[in-house]
């Protein structure tokens, strides 16, 4: 789950330390050390948006299967969020970023930070507003006023985004400050819950739980999301680095779109096997997830990639939402174009 949104002070602060430690951060579970024989890109540090569960077993698969590795990456890790993305990458501390286009662009216009989005993973957004179907049963955003909200730090931008272009007025709902932990609305703390429809509710599903989602994508705030954001200086001196990490990663994606049993297991019993993740869920989740990865667009163009369409709907959904932004600005597709045009076996 990505957390999204960031105070400046925050910001600034955590570049500034940044800026004085760019060490590589120490190795995750799974990650692979093993010195390329070829194109030497270096050392590979990957800031994730969540902890490491199924949600980047395409990274997983990269990485395990020696993609990365004959990408010209010496060594690769994965760094298990939430964190500070933008600040993770602007800083120069982690090559690649995972994140989304509304937390990109406010750092591109508050914070003036080099950054661009290369390729996305979900084509369709996982966003939702959780609510138990016995109770709130929220089912559309005018069900919304006069209900509780439980909200994480750093994700009520995002919320008050869905109540300004559904026409609701903030002083209507009641947003509770939460954790990560859906058990707020199981409990009755909230009426409702931000979360994924890949993650938490399916979860709750999984406990017994009836529930009910309002997906953000359906209800005014399309966009693609797990985004791969990286820094100008990157595009402009690391060019090969950054193609060749898209070329080894749209193969790990393809592998685990295809074989969702082996991503559960890198999942559960490799990278998260600090987690205790249960294999019925992490797989519920897969096969969730894979529907917002692949589209026609994804059939035509490939993984990863992200369409004109696309970017159009993602910047009315941000100018909707307050941050208006220009696609230049705040995309660059030019590298992922020339992966598949390099690599053609890559749509087969």
Known sequence: MTVLSFSKSRFVAVLAAAALALTACGGGDGDSSTASTETDHGALTVQLSWVKDIEFAGEYFADSKGYYKEAGFSSVNLVAGPGSTETQVASGKSLIGISDPITVAQAINNEQAPLKIIGATYQKNPFTILSLANKANITKPADLVGKKVGVQTGNEGLFKALLAVNGIKESDVTIVPVQ?????????????????????????????????????????????????????????????????????????????????????????????????????????????????????????????????????????????????????????????????????????
């Open 180 to 348: 990560y932990d859906p058990s707020v609305l199981t409990n009755g703390e909230v009426d409702g819950y931000l979360a994924f429809v890949t993650s938490e509710s399916i979860t709750l599903q999984q406990r017994g739980f009836k529930v009910q989602n309002l997906p953000f994508a359906d209800n005014g705030l399309p966009f693609v999301t797990e985004s791969f954001v990286v820094s100008q200086d990157s595009i402009d001196n690391k060019r090969a680095a950054l193609e060749d990490f898209l070329y080894a990663t749209i193969r790990g994606w393809k592998d685990a779109v295809a074989d969702t049993d082996g991503a559960v297991d890198l999942a559960v019993k490799n990278y998260g096997k600090t987690l205790d993740l249960d294999a019925a869920t992490q797989k519920l989740q897969a096969t969730e997830a894979n529907k917002l990865i692949q589209s026609d667009e994804t059939a035509t163009n490939g993984l990863l990639t992200i369409s004109d369409t696309a970017i159009s709907t993602s910047l009315a959904t941000l100018k909707a939402s307050g941050v208006e932004i220009g696609s230049g600005d705040l995309f660059d597709t030019s590298l992922i174009a020339e992966v598949y045009k390099d690599h053609p076996d890559l749509l087969k």
